[in-house]
């Protein structure tokens, strides 16, 4: 295999610097040292250079999905015993999720949402400290459940998250 092609594996390997490269803030002398590639450091750096012109940059757009907060919840079948027949029970695309009668915050967003939606919203939230005690998307709907306590701090950074989601 030759330098380039293991460069591109290792950065592949590495969403974040994939991300980074793309939005060009990379210091690619840097990043070649921490690359478990066989070759020269400078070699290294430069087919980083090379894959970041071959790239796409990065660019964000806003993404069409209302954000509604839910308290008072907990875990289905970890705090909260319910049925799939309940009423206090939480579906997110047809699969039940959470359930009424805990001290955690359901965040729902419904709307323009995918995988990568959820992805972005989950780094977001670990980039500002807020602990995700479970996370999913399915059927144009998705959610995240925080500590109660952090309920609306956690609304305002997936609305932001999903106002400026990379594409």
Same mark, same amino acid.
């Given at each position: 295999?030759?330098?380039?092609?293991?460069?591109?594996?290792?950065?592949?390997?590495?969403?974040? =610097?994939?991300?980074?490269?793309?939005?060009?803030?990379?210091?690619?002398?840097?990043?070649?040292?921490?690359?478990?590639?066989?070759?020269?450091?400078?070699?290294?750096?430069?087919?980083?250079?090379?894959?970041?012109?071959?790239?796409?940059?990065?660019?964000?757009?806003?993404?069409?999905?209302?954000?509604?907060?839910?308290?008072?919840?907990?875990?289905?079948?970890?705090?909260?015993?319910?049925?799939?027949?309940?009423?206090?029970?939480?579906?997110?695309?047809?699969?039940?999720? &959470?359930?009424?009668?805990?001290? =955690?915050?359901?965040?729902?967003?419904? /709307?323009? &949402?995918?995988?990568?939606?959820?992805?972005?919203?989950?780094?977001?939230?670990?980039?500002?400290?807020?602990?995700?005690?479970?996370? /999913? %998307?399915?059927?144009?709907? =998705? &959610? %995240?459940?925080?500590?109660?306590?952090?309920?609306?701090?956690?609304?305002?950074?997936?609305?932001?998250?999903?106002?400026? =989601?990379?594409?």
């Amino acid at each position: 295999m030759s330098l380039a092609a293991e460069t591109r594996d290792a950065v592949r390997a590495r969403p974040h =610097l994939l991300y980074a490269l793309r939005a060009g803030v990379v210091n690619y002398a840097a990043a070649a040292k921490t690359l478990e590639v066989e070759g020269d450091a400078d070699a290294v750096a430069t087919a980083l250079r090379r894959f970041a012109d071959d790239l796409p940059p990065l660019e964000t757009e806003a993404r069409d999905a209302t954000v509604r907060m839910r308290s008072g919840v907990g875990l289905a079948g970890a705090d909260v015993d319910a049925d799939e027949d309940d009423e206090r029970v939480l579906t997110v695309g047809g699969v039940s999720v &959470v359930a009424a009668g805990g001290d =955690l915050t359901a965040l729902v967003a419904t /709307g323009d &949402v995918d995988v990568r939606a959820l992805s972005v919203v989950c780094d977001r939230l670990g980039a500002e400290n807020v602990v995700v005690d479970a996370a /999913g %998307v399915a059927d144009g709907e =998705l &959610v %995240v459940v925080v500590p109660q306590r952090q309920g609306a701090n956690a609304l305002r950074h997936v609305e932001s998250a999903l106002e400026s =989601l990379s594409v």
